[in-house]
């Protein structure tokens, strides 16, 4: 068994995470990998659990935030390319 890095949980079911980097990590949850790994929006500050946006080295949870702080970069940005569906 291994011990979540996050809850303590020590659990049959933990998973290891390994990074780019070469750094290792170990959960028993999504929860608790999201937790200590997801990306923070430099606007709203929520967990970037989804694709997210980056202009700049900076990463943001939507288009809209990457607009409310990049100015002129933030504002080329778009969630959705292309027409709406019917």
Known sequence: MATCEVCG???WGAFEVRTASGAVHTF???ECAIHR???ICEHCETKIVGHGVEVSGRFFCCAHCARAVEGAQGAEVR???GARPA
Request: with cysteine.
């Open 9 to 11: 949980n020590d659990y």
């Open 79 to 81: 969630d959705a390319v």
């Open 28 to 30: 028993d949850c999504f």
């Open 37 to 39: 790994m997801a990306p």
